[in-house]
């Protein structure tokens, strides 16, 4: 079964400190793997997409990482600032055949910066 | 270059009734998804338009329907609303897959969805 799990579930950091979130994904066959920032009542927006070559990469202080042999992904966040209040979704892509791939949502890390 | 776009913003509705939400996509894209994400939760599909025809669907009963326009644009309609229906609902946007680039950067653009509450 296609599953994207993430951890921890929420988190709460201050201002100015580094974190790391984590996706873990049972996925097969495998497109590539997403990032995105959700703020709270509003869509989702895309921070990182990676594919199965792609090790690590970076938007400004967001850096993913990929290990498609463990089937696993980071989201790590530098000097966090207020705005970085959200949650952090992991989409996995599924192959399939026609003209679309499906997506696999994780639920989700809450991530919440306090002063 | 607007991006996708969703209306009503907010909406409440009683049991059993009918809902339509409207999603325009991203200019160039020809690709419409639909999600429910309930509080707390992640994104859950619902279905894929292209070509005007459903062409995926996720595990949602019948009552849930849509319809893409010769413009790209989409509607989703609930029939017989229930109470477990009030969510966050969700319009992305893509253009058609690239099968020569192998699909791996594909993006899809959320709009900033419908919050449906059902009383």
């Known amino acids: 079964k296609n599953q994207v799990e993430q951890s921890p579930q929420s988190l709460i950091i201050l201002e100015g400190k580094n974190c790391t979130l984590q996706?873990?994904?049972?996925?097969?066959?495998?497109?590539?793997l997403r990032w995105y920032k959700q703020d709270t009542g509003r869509g989702p927006v895309s921070l990182t997409i990676m594919t199965f070559s792609e090790n690590t990469k970076s938007n400004g202080r967001y850096t993913a990482t990929l290990d498609a042999d463990t089937k696993q992904s980071s989201l790590h966040i530098t000097a966090s600032q207020l705005s970085d209040s959200a949650s952090y979704i992991c989409v996995v892509s599924v192959t399939s055949g026609g003209a679309t791939n499906k997506l696999i949502f994780g639920t989700g890390t809450l991530l919440a910066v306090q002063p | 270059d607007a991006g996708v776009t969703q209306s009503p913003t907010h909406l409440i509705k009683t049991r059993g009734q009918q809902v339509t939400l409207r999603c325009s996509p991203k200019?160039?894209?020809?690709?419409v998804s639909w999600y429910q994400q309930a509080l707390g939760q992640g994104p859950q599909f619902i279905f894929q338009?292209?070509?005007?025809?459903?062409?995926q669907r996720g595990n949602f009963p019948d009552r849930f329907s849509g319809h893409q326009f010769p413009n790209y644009s989409s509607e989703l309609n609930v029939n017989a609303l229930l109470l477990g229906d009030s969510a966050l609902y969700l319009c992305?946007?893509?253009?058609?897959?690239?099968?020569?680039?192998?699909?791996?950067?594909?993006?899809?653009?959320f709009g900033p969805g419908t919050r449906l509450t059902v009383l």
């Open positions: 200019s160039g894209h020809d690709t």
């Open positions: 338009y292209y070509e005007e025809e459903e062409r």
């Open positions: 996706c873990n994904y049972t996925v097969s066959p495998f497109s590539n």
């Open positions: 992305a946007s893509r253009p058609v897959q690239d099968f020569t680039s192998g699909g791996g950067t594909d993006t899809q653009y």
